[in-house]
């Protein structure tokens, strides 16, 4: 049966839809309790800031204020950068959702990003090592899988805290990532040990539930009071949940691993490795020519 369709009257309905009239708490809380995330420790700042204020009414200026006056009181550029960037991610959401008013522009995507000091990360194998021991002590033991998965994947923390067990394949040893912060689907894929890791944890895995699901359903974990605990122990204070993500850079162009392929592996700009990491990838193909010429002499 073909479907008909009044498309003036169809679209004249979409146009008059009335925008939500939310402050931009009402709106923090709703993304909040409706997104799997752990961006609530980081958008606390913005209720206290603006929280009485229309969603739609905070401007470019004031936010770039607020920016100017976290980093007078001692925040780093990155700290800054990424409190923005959970802001905007809720308007993002709220504009998918057409919560806001037609033609609203984010008052995020006009702030200019602060430069950040490139940090590179050096982590050896064995306080790796020490840090899977501490995790493995912490008494959520949902927790040392999660470690494992940071490790083997080197998958941004929200591309492991948002997947379900439909995403899961135990046997495969992969994860689906529909959804990324490039928007490119991808594949993560882990190790059979910490396969076997995750069936002696779980005891069901309902396919529709969050694998790392919080106290609230259908919201994720954050992890960082157990993260906190096992850097200590482990002798890693300053260490970064991230951090595991740059080592598995490291360890992947140590290899021999090209930039291109590193960057198709974790769903990174080459770009960005090149200038984290193309020191490293300079060192492998020399030593790749080395052993070439060893092997013609």
């Known amino acids: 049966m073909r479907l008909k369709i009044d498309l003036s009257a169809a ?22 309790l409706t997104t799997p995330s752990d961006y609530d420790w980081r958008l606390k700042k913005w209720i206290e800031a603006f929280g009485s204020a ?15 006056a976290m980093l007078e009181h001692g925040y780093k550029t990155s700290t800054v950068n990424r409190d923005l960037s959970a802001l905007g991610t809720v308007y993002r959401w709220a504009k998918q959702r057409r919560l806001c008013p ?6 995020t995507l006009d702030i200019r990003r602060h430069e950040e000091p490139i940090r590179r990360v050096e982590v050896s194998s064995e306080q790796l ?16 899988a999660y470690v494992e998965l940071l490790l083997d994947t080197g998958a941004r923390k929200s591309e492991l805290l948002e997947r379900r067990w439909a995403d899961v394949d135990l046997a495969a040893g992969t994860i689906t990532c529909d959804t990324t912060k490039t928007g490119v689907p991808r594949i993560l894929h882990f190790r059979a040990e910490t396969a076997a890791l995750m069936r002696r944890i779980w005891k069901s895995m309902p396919a529709g539930q969050l694998v790392f699901e919080g106290r609230v359903p259908g919201l994720p974990i954050n992890f960082r009071t157990a993260w906190h ?31 291109g392929v590193a960057a198709q592996v974790l769903g990174h700009s080459p770009q960005v490795l090149s200038r984290r990491y193309g020191h490293l990838e300079t060192a492998a193909l020399r030593q790749a020519q080395e052993q070439r010429w060893r092997a013609a002499a």
């Open 11 to 32: 679209m004249q309905a979409v146009q008059d839809q009335p925008a939500a009239e939310l402050t931009l708490a009402e709106l923090i809380r709703h993304f909040n």
């Open 102 to 107: 037609r033609g609203f522009r984010s008052p």
């Open 54 to 68: 229309s969603a739609w009414d905070i401007t470019t200026e004031q936010l770039e204020t607020a920016a100017q």
């Open 129 to 144: 090592q020490a840090l899977r021991h501490c995790a493995r002590a912490v008494r959520d033991r949902r927790f040392s």
């Open 229 to 259: 605990k096992a850097c200590q122990d482990a002798g890693l204070p300053d260490l970064h949940m991230h951090d595991l993500r740059h080592a598995a850079a490291a360890d992947l162009l140590r290899s021999g691993v090209t930039l």
